[in-house]
Nanobody
């Protein structure tokens, strides 16, 4: 089992940047693929980005490609989401999630994730 804690959310103007971080407990972090999802008010939780266990493969939603970058440090049990060129439509609660023994394009599916953090709020003003 793994516990996840997000940090780094906040208020930023359009065009600005934020870096979200997710810290994982436990000594088996490297067995989990990791993902970031977001949920805006009144909308379903949607996929943002994912990274495989080694960090060699990454996946992005079309809406964030070229602006967001996901990375992980297995020695520190962390996964980060660098968000650049933020837009008001990026406003949402952002969640970190862990998927044990899942690989490839399945990582865009939230049902593949077994563990979730509590979320961190990101607000982008216009």
């Amino acid at each position: 089992q793994v516990q996840l804690v997000e940090s780094g959310g906040g208020l930023v103007q359009a065009g600005g940047s934020l870096r979200l971080s997710c810290a994982a407990s436990g000594r088996t972090f490297s067995i989990y693929a990791m993902g970031w999802f977001r949920q805006a008010p009144g909308k379903e939780r949607e996929f943002v980005a994912a990274i495989n266990r080694s960090g060699a493969s990454t996946y992005y939603a079309d809406s964030v490609k070229g602006r967001f970058s996901i990375s992980r440090d297995n020695a520190k049990n962390t996964v980060d989401l660098q968000m650049n060129s933020l837009k008001p439509e990026d406003t949402a609660d952002y969640y970190c999630a862990a998927a044990p023994f899942v690989m490839g394009p399945k990582l865009v599916n939230r049902d593949e994730y077994a563990y979730w953090g509590q979320g961190t709020q990101v607000t982008v003003s216009s």
